[in-house]
């Protein structure tokens, strides 16, 4: 398949924002998800050819950018500096519970595999096959990944409120 640098960038434009947040859920870093996406732009650009069909091409693109997070969050440097700032809370009214309930810190607090799978599906609102092969795996395994991030992430906004 044979695409020109312009027909490159109106197949990624409508892509880059769904990229960076899903970089961005998967990194935990604005800075480090602008670099996946970069870098797996130039990727994309350099693998065109094994695009098949120019319709799949954001889950395809989605993938690369999906692997890039891994392949950062792999790489030991990572796991040196990448510090996770999660907070603990005590809830001391129930009143407070209502102000601690954090849907972005209990997402953060979920595995970057989980992450991916809830923010592909529900905030990207990707159809099933599409969220199969960002994550490189099957249709039904997709669907079990996203059935048990989304009861980990449940488990993760309960909040027991003291009688």
């Not at 997070?69 to 996770?84: E, K, N, Q, T, Y």
């Not at 990207?124 to 092969?133: K, Q, R």
């Not at 059935?147 to 909040?159: D, H, I």
Request: proline share 3%.
């Amino acid at each position: 398949m044979e695409i020109s640098g312009e027909g490159f960038e109106e197949l990624l434009r409508p892509h880059v924002e769904a990229a960076l947040r899903l970089a961005l859920a998967m990194l935990r870093s604005h800075a480090d998800a602008e670099d996946a996406v970069q870098e797996s732009v130039t990727q994309a650009w350099r693998k065109i050819r094994q695009l098949r069909d120019p319709r799949s091409f954001r889950a395809w693109f989605l993938a690369i950018v999906a692997n890039r997070c891994r392949a950062s969050r792999r790489s030991s440097w990572w796991s040196v500096l990448r510090v996770d700032h999660g907070q603990l809370y005590v809830v001391s009214q129930p009143d407070d519970v209502i102000g601690r309930l954090d849907l972005r810190g209990a997402l953060r607090r979920l595995g970057h595999e989980d992450r991916s799978a809830l923010v592909l599906f529900y905030a990207l609102d990707l159809p099933l096959h599409e969220v199969a092969a960002a994550l490189g795996v099957s249709e039904s395994a997709a669907k079990a990944r996203i059935y048990r991030a989304a009861g980990r992430l449940r488990t993760a906004m309960s909040v027991e409120v003291p009688r």
